[in-house]
Each structure stands twice: as structure tokens, then as C-alpha cells.
């Protein structure tokens, strides 16, 4: 794969969320294209099994254990992908998490959660890595979600900061252009995850409502999200930058 624009061989990519999920997809994309990685996560259980998962692949990958939310973890992640690889060329914020429930119904904690985990984190991770990946110029992949353009009557902080993230991936791709480095997000649709896993057992009739709007006529797998993010993470799409692009089947699509 040496001459093509996918390869990412010599590359260095930071997965935060990476250990579990549309992350583990991922990391495993960049790492099956030739990227070295770094994955991020708050449970360090969960981070060392996706690394081992990872080098029984193949993969060159470190975990770091750090808390997105915070400038201090944020550049802690940052520093230990330097100490191991020397540069930082790829991000991809994936952190996030969910709570489903009316909007009357979250109290203001659960607000500022949802917004740090699913918004904060990337602003903040963004501004950990600019000073590495203008050196060379970088790429930058945020995970969005349908929520990102769909209202949701039991998601209003997920979907407001998603909403965000991908308003906050045009303003950096718009600011940093000339530094080199692209910024794109990709909205994945309804994908079979760990938090949507619960979100079906506590909304009756979910599944089937997703399947019946998805012309694909399934929920997607992690890995249909993988082929997205090796594209936006690659010298393919270096003329790519400020695009939020749904991966869902075709739900967005769909009337």
C-alpha cells in the first residue's frame, strides 16, 4: 500500500475514546492502513485490553489514561504520544457519553457533563495538539452523531454539544487552514454500541424504527465507521476540510 493515498505508514494517531466502540474501530482502521496510535480513555482496564487487542493485530500503540474534560489530561495524552513517537499527526475526538431522558427532566450537572464530555473535550484536545500538528501539518477527525442535525426529544445536552462539535470542526478548519491541517467530522448514524445497546432497552420500538428509516435496512457496526476516518485521516482528503459527513445507511437521506 506504499504509493497510495491512504497509507498512513509513518503516521502517528490519537484515538481519545479509543478503547472500546466506534473508537476500537477506528484505532484499528488507522492502525490496519500503518499509522502508530495512542488511545486515550478514562478506564485503564478497558484501555490495556484494547492495546493488546490492537499489538495481537499488529499495531505500534500506547494507552494513556487521562480525562478529556481537563486541560491537564488533555495535554498528559499529548505528552505521552511525544515521549513514545516523537509528533502527533492524526486526532480523532471520539470521547463521549450519553443520557437519555425528557429535557425538564436532567438537573444542571447532568448538563454540564454532557456538554464537557461531548463538546469541551474536543475543543480541548484540539488545543492540546495544535502546537504538534502544525509543525507538519495534521489532520483532525471530531465524531459528531444525527444529532448533530436531528432534533432528539430525549438527547437536548447530547445534541447540543454534538450540534456544537460540528460548528466548533468548521471554525477550526476555517482558522488552522493555512497551518496545514484539516478538520472534518463524521456523524455516525445509529450504530450498534454500547450506549445505544441501552438507549433500545429503554426506548420501545427503537430498533425497528431505525431499521425501517435506514434504506441499508440495519443498524451500523463500529467498523462501517473505520473506512470514513482512515479517508479523512489520510493525504486522500487534503482538500477535505470543514465537512460534517453522516456514515448512517442513508437515514439522513431518508424522508
Known amino acids: ?29 488507522l492502525a490496519e492502513a500503518g499509522a502508530a496510535l495512542a488511545i486515550v480513555g478514562r478506564d485503564e482496564s478497558k484501555n490495556d485490553a484494547a492495546a493488546r487487542q490492537l ?6 500503540v500506547i494507552a494513556s489514561r487521562a480525562d478529556v474534560t481537563s486541560e491537564e489530561g488533555c495535554s498528559a495524552f499529548v505528552d505521552a504520544a511525544l515521549a513514545r513517537f516523537g509528533t502527533i499527526d492524526i486526532l480523532v475526538n471520539n470521547a463521549g457519553t450519553n443520557v437519555r431522558k425528557r429535557p425538564e427532566a436532567y438537573g444542571l450537572d447532568e448538563w454540564r457533563m454532557l456538554v464537557d464530555v461531548n463538546l469541551t473535550s474536543v ?21 459528531g452523531s444525527m444529532t ?10 447530547y445534541g447540543a454539544a454534538k450540534g456544537g ?3 466548533l470542526t468548521k471554525s477550526l478548519a476555517s482558522a488552522w487552514a493555512s497551518d496545514g491541517i484539516q478538520v472534518n467530522a463524521i456523524l455516525p448514524g445509529w450504530i450498534v454500541t454500547d450506549l445505544t445497546i441501552r438507549g433500545r432497552a429503554a426506548t420501545p420500538d427503537l430498533h425497528e424504527k431505525v431499521v425501517a428509516r435506514t434504506p441499508a435496512g440495519r443498524w451500523g457496526e463500529p467498523d462501517d465507521i473505520a473506512g470514513a476516518a482512515v479517508f479523512l485521516a489520510s493525504r486522500a482528503a487534503d482538500f477535505v476540510t470543514g465537512t460534517a459527513l453522516p456514515v448512517d445507511g442513508g437515514y439522513a437521506a431518508q424522508a
Open 1 to 29: 500500500m506504499g504509493g497510495s493515498r491512504f497509507d498512513l505508514s509513518g503516521r502517528v494517531a490519537v484515538v481519545t475514546g479509543g478503547n472500546g466502540g466506534i473508537g476500537l474501530a477506528i484505532a484499528r482502521g
Open 55 to 60: 499489538r495481537d493485530a499488529g499495531a505500534d
Open 123 to 143: 475543543y480541548l484536545a484540539c488545543m492540546a495538539a495544535y502546537p504538534v500538528l502544525r509543525r507538519r501539518g495534521g489532520k483532525i477527525v471530531n465524531i
Open 148 to 157: 448533530s442535525i436531528f432534533g432528539a426529544s430525549f438527547s437536548a445536552p
Open 165 to 167: 462539535v460540528v460548528q
